[in-house]
Every structure is written in C-alpha cells, then in structure tokens.
T-cell receptor
Framework: AQSVTQLGSHVSVSEGALVLLRCNYS??????LFWYVQYPNQGLQLLLK??????LVKGINGFEAEFKKSETSFHLTKPSAHMSDAAEYFC???????????FGQGTTLQVKP | DAGITQSPRHKVTETGTPVTLRCHQT?????MYWYRQDPGHGLRLIHY???????DKGEVSDGYSVSRSKTEDFLLTLESATSSQTSVYFC???????????FGSGTRLTVV
C-alpha cells in the first residue's frame, strides 16, 4: 500500500528565510505526488504535482518540489518565506491502481517577522 | 471549487442520531472520495467510489456508509453519530486523469 510521511508537524522560519518541508513516500509503482496548502478555515488548494514529466516541479506562489526516486522524497521548498505562506501543508500520493489519494499528516508552517 | 459542492457546510447534531452529508458534482467525473480531517492526522480516506453503485472502503470506514446511485451525487451517512466523528469532512472528485483531483469546501460536523 502506498503511504506518505511528512517529517515535522510544525516548522517555523523567519520571513525571508528558506522554506523546506519534507515528504517521503512509499509506493510500489511510479507515483503521482502532490503538495496542497490549506489556509485557516479554508479548503485545500493545489500547490503543485509531479506526474513524471519532470523531476523538478514548479508550483504557485514561488514553491517548487523535486522528485528524487532514489530517496523516495518529494520535498517542498521556497527560497524566501513570506508572512502569507503561514498555513498547513499536505503531501499526498496517488495510487494509480485504485485512484485513491493518500495524505501525509500535514506540516504547519509558521513564519516569524 | 467550481463543479463540486458539499452540503451542509456546517452541522451540529446529537450523539446517536443519523447524519447524511452530500457531495454533488457537475463534472461527470467517475471517481468520488470522502475524507475526514483531524489535527495531527491530515486527511484520511473514509470511502471512495469508482462509478455508480461501485464503492469501496478507505482506511477509516468504521461507522460510515456511502451510496452513489447517480454519477453526480455521493452521500456519506453516519448511521449513529458519535463524538469521535466530530470532524471536517471533505469530498473530492477525479476524472480519467490520474492526477486531476478537485476538492469541495468541506463540511464541519460537530457531534454533541
């Protein structure tokens, strides 16, 4: 079965600092991978997705993620954090056989002024 | 999100009562999903459907049932609500693309 592990339930960075949110996955078949963001009291918004076209994926709001098969990782980065990036971030993997989308536990990003 | 709506948006119910949440789509997508979101657990899959009358269990299906009698509607029923089912429930849809998921705005359910 496919699974996702997000390392660190809370990450705190200073405004302007690098953002790094970690995600490792387990999959027996080539995965589709996703990062979603959720702002307080809102629904889920897709940041970016990996669909095997390119290992470095660029998303919205300056975020990007790199698929590393050897490390089974799909970490999310942003060079310079903004206050508006404070939110909860979810990594997810799609099971291509069943169509199920499996989520990690989430990482709350705090951005300090 | 456009093409998918959840109802109700908020509901407070008493322990032991039945509750039905509705997910409605206008995209004619094949796949539909119900998730619950709880702090520290992310989103966990309750049930999903891969066609009319074709459903399967997710990882937290105990206490929940679903029905899909037509393409556009996917109903989630709590037969006898318990306080542990207090949560935010999200519906999602997916078409033939293996990576085109769309989420609803969520239903906040409180069981008192």
């Amino acid at each position: 079965a496919q699974s996702v592990t997000q390392l660190g339930s809370h990450v705190s960075v200073s405004e302007g600092a690098l953002v790094l949110l970690r995600c490792n996955y387990s999959s027996s078949v080539p995965p589709y991978l996703f990062w979603y963001v959720q702002y307080p009291n809102q629904g889920l918004q897709l940041l970016l997705k990996y669909t095997s076209a390119a290992t470095l994926v660029k998303g919205i709001n300056g975020f990007e993620a790199e698929f590393k098969k050897s490390e089974t990782s799909f970490h999310l980065t942003k060079p310079s954090a903004h206050m508006s990036d404070a939110a909860e971030y979810f990594c997810a993997v799609s099971d291509s056989n069943t169509g199920k989308l499996i989520f990690g536990q989430g990482t709350t990003l705090q951005v300090k002024p | 999100d456009a093409g998918i709506t959840q109802s109700p948006r908020h509901k407070v119910t008493e322990t032991g009562t039945p509750v039905t949440l509705r997910c409605h789509q206008t995209e004619n997508h094949r796949y539909m999903y119900w998730y619950r979101q709880d702090p520290g657990h992310g989103l966990r899959l309750i049930h999903y459907s891969y066609g009319v009358k074709d459903t399967d269990k997710g990882e937290v299906s105990d206490g929940y049932s679903v029905s899909r009698s037509k393409t556009e509607d996917f109903l989630l029923t709590l037969e006898s609500a318990t306080s542990s089912q207090t949560s935010v429930y999200f519906c999602a849809i997916r078409g033939d693309s293996a990576y085109g998921y769309t989420f609803g705005s969520g239903t906040r359910l409180t069981v008192v």
